[in-house]
């Protein structure tokens, strides 16, 4: 039966009772196979399960974003501080030196641009292609609610099925559009879709009512999306936030690369992630490395 109508939220999410993870470190990841596990280790970092990830990959809809206009000049000195970047094969292949040997999460979905419906994407890489640049994950957008809804989610279950073949984790990432609403609700339904179809992870936005139950309600590891620029400030405490809320990870990009200093912020945020740091004290790391910099 649909669980659409105004249900009482009065569901028992058990979030402060985290999902035990046999034979892994990852929640939801315990069957799967070596080479699966072994590139999920290369994202998530194994002593705090936790991942800062770098988004880049927003050219392939958008293109020159405010930030992105130089990736070799801006975001290739950034990359050695991430755990993951998520970009396309484009961006790879022309801008990032092969010596640079940190996973990527490959954008594997693409179509429509910033002028059109977002949601009416197809794949837009061929697995083969992803094994060929050595890529840890593949990732797409999932538009649950969105007008081509069915489509984007069997581009899911498609790629999944081909990283099963080959032991390729898929990072699904919820898609909201323009009209949506943002909340718990939402966001239980999304994730979870995404996690039943088979995506080992998901990128997911970040709510400040009820994210726990969001990813207490998802059996695989959620990172959150940093979404548009806000203040250095808010940014490092909604990391902290989503952190302290179940996420196991970020995926951050325009609050990283649009920053004042790009690399003071993803260090500053990189102390949350791994450490737990508190957002006042991020800030002022942030603070302390970007008036650093300004010195030398
Ligand atoms: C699509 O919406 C993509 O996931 C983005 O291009 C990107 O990853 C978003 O990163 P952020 O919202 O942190 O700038």
């Not at 130089?70 to 975001?75: E, F, G, P, S």
Request: hydrophobic letters at 40%.
């Amino acid at each position: 039966m649909a669980d659409t109508d105004a249900v009482k939220e009065a569901k028992k999410f058990y979030e402060d009772v985290p999902m035990e993870t046999p034979g892994f470190f990852l929640k939801g990841a315990g069957s799967l196979d070596w080479g699966m596990k072994n590139r999920l280790s290369r994202i998530f970092n194994p002593d705090t399960g936790r991942t800062v990830m770098l988004a880049i990959d927003h050219g392939y809809f958008q293109g020159p974003t405010t930030g992105l206009e130089r990736i070799d000049l801006n975001i290739v000195p950034l990359m050695p501080y991430a755990d993951a970047v998520m970009l396309t094969r484009g961006i790879l292949r022309t801008t990032v030196p092969p010596w640079l040997t940190k996973p990527i999460v490959m954008r594997c979905s693409g179509g429509p641009s910033i002028l059109k419906e977002l949601s009416n994407e197809e794949l837009a890489v061929d697995i083969e292609d992803a094994i060929r640049m050595n890529a840890a994950a593949v990732t797409l957008q999932v538009f649950i609610g969105g007008e081509f809804e069915t489509r984007s989610v069997h581009n899911m279950t498609r790629l999944v099925d081909m990283g099963m073949r080959y032991g390729i984790p898929t990072m699904a990432v919820t898609a909201v559009g323009k009209d949506m609403v943002r909340d718990a609700r939402y966001f239980r339904l999304a994730c979870r879709i995404c996690a039943e179809l088979g995506a080992q992870f998901v990128k997911t936005y970040y709510i400040e009512e009820g994210f726990e139950t969001v990813t207490a309600s998802c059996p695989v590891p959620i990172v959150m999306a940093g979404g548009k620029k806000i203040s250095e400030l808010d940014a490092l405490a909604m990391a902290y936030n989503a952190i302290q809320a179940g996420a196991s990870g970020v995926d951050m990009g325009r609050n990283i690369f649009q920053s004042d200093a790009p690399k003071a912020m993803i260090q500053a945020v990189r102390k949350i992630v791994h450490e737990n740091m508190k957002p006042v004290e991020a800030y002022e790391l942030y603070e302390t490395i970007k008036n650093e910099k300004k010195k030398n």
